[in-house]
């Protein structure tokens, strides 16, 4: 044999090789082929262990988080409330799964929640005010007690379509484009 050429074996595909193993076949018990390892060559390690361990434990948490119903909550703080007098109260708007709710915090005042199956309609509208000021109005008509009612609300310019996704998301209803929207 000419000592130029090297006699190279390629390791495994599911761990090392010990020297001299050839393995079982654990059908039948025949020995495995030269550089196919029975499953006695395959080796935890910590390495795998601990992937192992990682996964498992990430879908007990994924599964254990739907099962308690852990829900998502988004809120934004960039909206304002009408009051009696006319004027903009600063409140936080809040789609909770949780509850189920659409939940309305005011700087001053009761917060007002509605649920998502008392909600009739939404409608989303946009105005041009005096010196051009342009507003994104949100109105919700939902019942309470078989009594109609509306919640009206102003967006923010910067956060008036993810408001509109949200809403869509959590809820399952689209706002209805009234007005002259397409001038936005």
Not at 120 to 133: S, V
């Amino acid at each position: 044999m000419p000592s130029d050429i090297s006699h190279h074996q390629e390791s495994p595909p599911f761990g090392r090789l010990r020297a001299g193993f050839l393995g079982k076949n654990a059908r039948n018990g025949a020995p495995c082929p030269a550089g196919f390892p029975g499953p006695a060559a395959f080796r935890y390690t910590f390495r795998i262990v601990k992937r192992i361990l990682s996964a498992v434990l990430l879908i007990v948490v994924v599964v254990a988080c739907s099962a308690l119903g852990l829900a998502e909550e988004t809120s934004f703080r960039r909206v304002h409330v009408p009051n009696l007098k006319g004027k903009e109260i600063k409140a936080v708007l809040t789609f909770s799964d949780r509850d189920k709710a659409i939940e309305v915090h005011l700087s001053k005042g009761t917060p007002v929640t509605i649920p998502y199956g008392k909600i009739d309609k939404c409608a989303y509208e946009f105005t041009l005010g005096i010196m051009d000021e342009k507003s994104h109005w949100l109105k919700i008509e939902y019942h309470d007690q078989d009594l109609p009612k509306e919640f009206v609300l102003r967006m923010d310019g910067r956060e008036y379509l993810h408001i509109l996704d949200a809403l869509k998301a959590h809820t399952g209803i689209e706002a209805e484009v009234l007005g002259n929207a397409n001038k936005r």
